[in-house]
């Protein structure tokens, strides 16, 4: 509470004339140091409002005696990495993928790389880790349609499959109920067969292998290990683009869903398609 400003009896120090409870604030200077510090940082602050950029103004901002540009230091260190990086991505484009994983360094580059384009491009539709999702393979499960080595996963990711281009991997499967090629409960006993082939039980199977034999065994095989010169899936396993349940079987072999993938040859540069290519052989399904 406000009361008159007198001398303190105690410490003979004038008071402000603010009382708490009894206890009277005494009206004592501030240290120097922090009056010559205060000082210090209205200069300091000064020096920088005329040197760099400040203050917003109708028509822009005012940028600074120097010209200083946090986006202008941006973009440089940007171009010194990119530089940087250029200097390994030529030696990559350049080089085999043997003598590329012969060299730890440059193979680190280069998968670091691969994993940041297929983070970007890839992993939207095969999943984080090349996981896969329905539709869309695992890349780490090892179950290739059109090959996995490195040569055949550059081929796929640059071309891509049904992207419309000549060198693109363009597997077709017939429409076996839509076209009248099989009647419906041929194609319930060749999905019933199929399912013995995904390690679960079906109906009448002997029926089923026959028909298989007839008009699925020329490309799937026949035993059902796939056939990668055409883009068969293997059906003998436990990994399966669309489901492993009989309804699922039944849809696709009536009117089959054809996948697609884009060629990425025309967003992704050589190099960068091959660090992919060794990011997603390394993944673990790599042959």
């Keep these: 509470m406000p009361t008159k400003i007198e001398k303190d009896s105690v410490t003979g120090q004038m008071t402000t004339g ?17 009056i010559y ?30 010209g200083y540009s946090q986006r202008s230091a941006v973009d440089q ?6 530089k940087q990086r250029s ?18 360094q440059l193979l680190a580059v280069a998968q670091t790389a691969g994993k940041i384009a297929f983070a970007n491009n890839c992993q939207p539709c095969h999943g984080a880790g090349g996981g896969g999702n329905p539709g869309y393979p695992a890349l780490a499960a090892g179950n290739w349609i059109w090959g996995g080595t490195l040569e055949d996963i550059q081929q796929t990711v640059t071309f891509g499959v049904r992207s419309g281009l000549d060198a693109a991997r363009n597997g077709q499967m017939p429409r ?4 009248g090629m099989l009647k419906p409960e041929e194609i319930g006993q060749v999905a019933a067969y199929v399912m013995t082939l995904y390690g679960k039980p079906g109906g009448n199977t002997v029926a089923g292998e026959k028909l298989f034999a007839e008009n699925c065994a020329a490309c799937h095989g026949e035993k059902g290990e796939g056939k990668r010169e055409v883009g068969a899936p293997r059906l003998a396993g ?8 009989e309804a699922t079987v039944v849809a ?7 996948g697609m993938m884009p060629n990425w040859n025309a967003r992704l540069d050589e190099a960068t398609i091959k660090s992919v290519a060794l990011y997603v052989h390394a993944l673990g399904g790599g042959e």
Excluded at 20 to 25: N, R, V
Excluded at 77 to 82: F, I, M, P, Y
């Design 176 to 179: 076996f109920g839509v076209d």
């Design 238 to 245: 436990r990994a399966h683009l669309y489901g492993d349940d």
């Design 252 to 258: 696709q072999i009536k009117n089959p869903r054809l």
């Design 18 to 34: 603010h009382e708490w409870d009894g206890l009277k604030e005494l009206n004592r200077p501030l240290p120097k140091w922090w």
């Design 37 to 66: 510090i205060f000082y210090a940082t209205i200069v300091w602050a000064l020096v920088w409002f005329v040197l760099y950029p400040s203050i917003p103004g109708l028509h822009g901002y005012f940028h600074g005696t120097t």
């Design 87 to 104: 200097a390994y991505m030529d030696r990559v484009k350049a080089l085999s993928f043997d003598a590329i994983r012969k060299d730890p």
């Design 77 to 82: 260190d940007v171009a010194a990495v990119t």
